[in-house]
């Protein structure tokens, strides 16, 4: 399985600021993803992180609000810029493993951002 | 629409008791369907994948079945432990790491 590391692991943002959250995996992947989980609800996919090239944003998601860095096959970072309150969840690093007899997820930690 | 609905919402059992979570799914095309297990305010952990010809699949104490046909999915914990008390969410997917659709979890509560 993959070890995902993510930093911060918590902080408390002030309102129109951003923070930049960055994800570390201890071997190279093809694929990283950003998650977001707003208190109570289920994950939400905020876009796949690609190397070399512009990350791709689901809907709802913008690259002025997230925008991503993928320098390598073991690095990427999120940033959540101007930050609201709206904005107070868990960010979470993901990226595909093979387990068993299929593929699966592996989720970082999580960042848990409360924006005040 | 893809939809995931689990069942119950939230469940308390009793240390040492059994427990099976329910998923219903209506994702179309349907690929595979993971369980999760999440601790408060941490990431998901995954328990087992099962592809759409597979009926059952165990890790540990944990049993998930399928049946696609029906597209229900459930999650048998067998001897719970305090350690079990987490959120537990139901993840089919219709092929590719960005089709997964997650449900909202049940959130399981294991008392002494």
């Known amino acids: ?116 | 629409k893809n939809q995931v609905e689990q069942s119950p919402q939230s469940l308390i059992i009793l240390e040492g008791k059994n427990c099976t979570l329910q998923c219903n799914y209506t994702v179309s095309p349907f690929s595979n369907l993971r369980w999760y297990k999440q601790d408060t305010g941490r990431g998901p952990v995954s328990l087992t994948i099962m592809t759409f010809s597979e009926n059952t699949k165990s890790n540990g104490r944990y049993t998930a079945t399928l049946d696609a046909d029906t597209k229900q999915s459930s999650l048998h914990i067998t001897a719970s432990q305090l350690s079990d008390s987490a959120s537990y969410i139901c993840v089919p997917d219709s092929g590719g790491y960005n089709k997964l659709i997650f449900g909202a979890g049940t959130r399981l509560a294991v008392h002494p």
């Not at chain 1, 070890?3 to 959250?21: A, E, M, N, Y």
């Open chain 1, 1 to 116: 399985s993959a070890v995902i590391s993510q930093k911060p692991s918590r902080d408390i943002c002030q309102r129109g600021t951003s923070l930049t959250i960055q994800c570390q995996v201890d071997s190279q992947v093809t694929m990283m993803f950003w998650y977001r989980q707003q208190p109570g609800q289920s994950l939400t996919l905020i876009a796949t992180a690609n190397q070399g090239s512009e990350a791709t944003y689901e809907s709802g998601f913008v690259i002025d609000k997230f925008p991503i860095s993928r320098p390598n096959l073991t690095f990427s970072t999120l940033t959540v810029s101007n930050m609201s309150p709206e904005d107070s969840s868990i960010y979470l690093c993901s990226v595909e493993g093979v387990v068993d007899s299929g593929n699966t997820i592996y989720f970082g930690e999580g960042s848990w951002l409360t924006v005040v």
